[in-house]
């Protein structure tokens, strides 16, 4: 795609690339603090880079017509590697986003009437009475230096909440957070035997994971057992996407969900709705304080518009571009690896049973082949008639599995920024770069002070 531009365009901070001659155990080192900066020059470049990791041939996937046939086309013969298993099983259980085969197409038929066009619609005013209630807050602390990372999780744990159960998360909020905090600190990165086991055999932290899962479910359990009391009013339409899941029922064998199956969902739909947006919108409060043009392009957009439901969500096509970019150069899920149930011929490439397959969206993203100015912030480039490759930009995934919750996450993402953004000018207090982290999602290295002032 090829970008023009009147002006140079900001080029955020990233972690050197690493060496072409790295160690195994230097890598395997460094897969622990940042998987980010396993990668080397390399990868950035070729369209398929074949190596060995653990004894089977591995593959990292730069080509959108190979990554289509793993996706799409031939997406059942892969499966979650052991490591990814363990990193999201104790916090998801069986839900929506680690589920295979019969069960997997289950929750998806069940789930799909929540997570419509129209559903999203509904839970808008949710969206806007906390975005009412943050801009309020912030109102009182203009010209103080603010964590915006910490205030963006506050706030879409708080949406969360209200979207899921209607109610909000001011006396739960602390503990669903440490929740996150604590399994994201000590839980989530991987280690040594977890990579190397198989998922049969528990590694050592296995055991801590299953004890926090035990912790967690019972939370979630709680939380569901709150809102059940609250009670529904006979007759009246679903108010959440808790009376959504609640009701839901497969088209097919007209079953709906366990408790512990509900669980599962409620978990899965909490944290991708909470940490992830967090994540993003974070980045995208970082790259508009590095980019003052652009954050004036988004607050003119925004002027005189109320933005209080979907018509006038979907008319913020600048905002929407640079929620895109955000995430085209800070994508929530910055690694797919998969590995191969049977061999496989992916648009000709020849894959073994076993064989695993890594598709990074953080390289797709900013491959030098796929995209013009690749590790440059230019949003215009989403307002182009000439679209990226579908299987070169995957924030949400691809294909059956790509992520269900996507048009509801987009939706908030741009109704929050263009709201924020609308009422205040955001600078950064502190100058130093702000690295991007590969683990588990894509996440700053520390988090950067702000200052807002009323526009």
């Given at each position: 795609?090829?970008?023009?531009?009147?002006r140079?365009?900001?080029?955020?901070p990233?972690?050197?690339?690493?060496?072409?001659?790295?160690?195994?155990?230097?890598?395997?080192?460094?897969?622990?603090?940042?998987?980010?900066?396993?990668?080397?020059?390399?990868?950035?470049?070729?369209?398929?880079i074949?190596?060995?990791?653990?004894?089977?041939?591995?593959f990292?996937?730069?080509?959108?017509?190979?990554?289509?046939?793993?996706l799409?086309?031939?997406y059942?013969?892969?499966?979650?590697t052991?490591?990814?298993?363990?990193?999201?099983?104790?916090?998801?259980?069986?839900?929506?986003?680690?589920?295979?085969?019969?069960?997997?197409?289950?929750?998806?038929?069940?789930?799909?009437?929540?997570?419509t066009?129209?559903?999203t619609?509904?839970?808008?005013?949710?969206?806007?009475?906390?975005?009412?209630?943050?801009?309020a807050?912030?109102?009182?602390?203009?010209?103080?230096?603010?964590?915006?990372?910490?205030?963006?999780?506050?706030?879409?744990?708080?949406?969360?909440?209200?979207?899921?159960?209607s109610?909000?998360?001011?006396?739960?909020?602390?503990?669903?957070?440490?929740?996150?905090?604590?399994?994201?600190?000590?839980?989530?990165?991987?280690?040594?035997?977890?990579m190397l086991?198989?998922?049969?055999?528990?590694?050592?932290?296995?055991?801590?994971?299953?004890?926090?899962?035990?912790?967690?479910?019972?939370?979630?359990?709680m939380?569901?057992?709150?809102r059940?009391?609250?009670g529904?009013?006979?007759?009246?339409?679903?108010?959440?996407?808790?009376?959504?899941?609640?009701?839901?029922?497969?088209?097919?064998?007209?079953?709906?969900?366990s408790?512990?199956?509900?669980?599962?969902?409620v978990?899965?739909?909490?944290?991708?709705?909470?940490?992830?947006?967090?994540?993003?919108?974070?980045?995208?409060l970082?790259?508009?304080?590095?980019?003052p043009?652009?954050?004036?392009?988004?607050?003119?957009?925004?002027r005189?518009?109320?933005?209080?439901?979907?018509?006038?969500?979907?008319?913020?096509?600048?905002?929407?571009?640079?929620?895109?970019?955000?995430?085209?150069?800070?994508?929530s899920?910055?690694?797919?690896?998969?590995?191969a149930?049977?061999?496989?011929?992916?648009?000709?490439l020849?894959?073994?049973?076993?064989d695993?397959?890594?598709?990074?969206?953080?390289?797709?993203?900013?491959?030098?082949?796929?995209?013009?100015?690749?590790?440059?912030?230019?949003?215009?480039?989403?307002?182009?008639?000439?679209?990226?490759?579908?299987f070169?930009?995957?924030?949400?995934?691809?294909?059956?599995?790509?992520?269900?919750?996507?048009?509801?996450?987009q939706?908030?993402?741009?109704?929050?920024?263009?709201?924020?953004?609308?009422?205040?000018?955001?600078?950064?207090?502190?100058?130093?770069?702000?690295?991007?982290?590969?683990?588990?999602?894509t996440?700053?290295?520390r988090?950067?002070?702000?200052?807002?002032?009323?526009r």
């Amino acid at each position: 795609m090829n970008i023009a531009s009147v002006r140079r365009p900001i080029v955020p901070p990233t972690p050197p690339r690493a060496p072409d001659d790295m160690s195994f155990l230097g890598r395997l080192a460094a897969i622990r603090q940042n998987v980010i900066a396993t990668w080397g020059q390399r990868a950035y470049e070729e369209d398929v880079i074949k190596g060995r990791f653990f004894f089977r041939n591995s593959f990292i996937l730069n080509r959108p017509d190979a990554i289509r046939h793993i996706l799409l086309s031939n997406y059942e013969n892969y499966t979650r590697t052991p490591a990814g298993f363990r990193m999201l099983r104790p916090v998801v259980g069986n839900g929506l986003l680690t589920s295979e085969g019969r069960s997997w197409t289950f929750q998806r038929r069940t789930l799909a009437p929540a997570f419509t066009p129209k559903a999203t619609a509904d839970l808008v005013p949710h969206m806007t009475a906390v975005l009412d209630e943050t801009i309020a807050k912030l109102d009182a602390r203009t010209g103080e230096s603010l964590d915006l990372r910490e205030i963006m999780q506050r706030m879409t744990l708080e949406i969360a909440g209200r979207t899921m159960f209607s109610f909000g998360m001011d006396r739960h909020g602390a503990t669903l957070r440490n929740f996150v905090m604590e399994y994201g600190e000590r839980l989530a990165r991987p280690y040594f035997l977890d990579m190397l086991l198989p998922l049969s055999w528990p590694s050592p932290k296995d055991f801590e994971r299953a004890r926090f899962r035990t912790r967690w479910t019972e939370f979630v359990a709680m939380l569901i057992a709150e809102r059940r009391a609250a009670g529904k009013k006979d007759g009246a339409p679903p108010r959440d996407l808790f009376d959504l899941m609640d009701e839901a029922r497969d088209p097919v064998t007209g079953k709906g969900f366990s408790d512990a199956e509900l669980v599962d969902e409620v978990a899965t739909m909490i944290l991708a709705g909470h940490e992830t947006t967090a994540i993003a919108l974070f980045w995208a409060l970082y790259l508009l304080a590095l980019d003052p043009e652009t954050q004036e392009e988004v607050a003119s957009e925004t002027r005189d518009v109320h933005l209080d439901n979907m018509a006038d969500i979907n008319r913020q096509k600048f905002t929407r571009a640079v929620i895109d970019e955000t995430m085209r150069l800070y994508p929530s899920a910055f690694l797919i690896a998969r590995a191969a149930r049977e061999k496989d011929n992916a648009a000709g490439l020849e894959i073994g049973k076993g064989d695993v397959i890594l598709i990074a969206p953080w390289l797709l993203h900013r491959h030098e082949k796929l995209w013009d100015q690749p590790n440059a912030f230019i949003p215009k480039r989403f307002m182009s008639a000439e679209a990226p490759d579908r299987f070169a930009y995957l924030p949400f995934g691809a294909g059956p599995r790509v992520c269900i919750g996507a048009p509801f996450a987009q939706a908030e993402s741009v109704l929050a920024l263009a709201r924020l953004i609308g009422a205040f000018r955001v600078e950064l207090v502190d100058t130093e770069p702000v690295i991007p982290l590969g683990v588990v999602t894509t996440q700053p290295e520390r988090s950067p002070m702000f200052r807002i002032t009323r526009r």
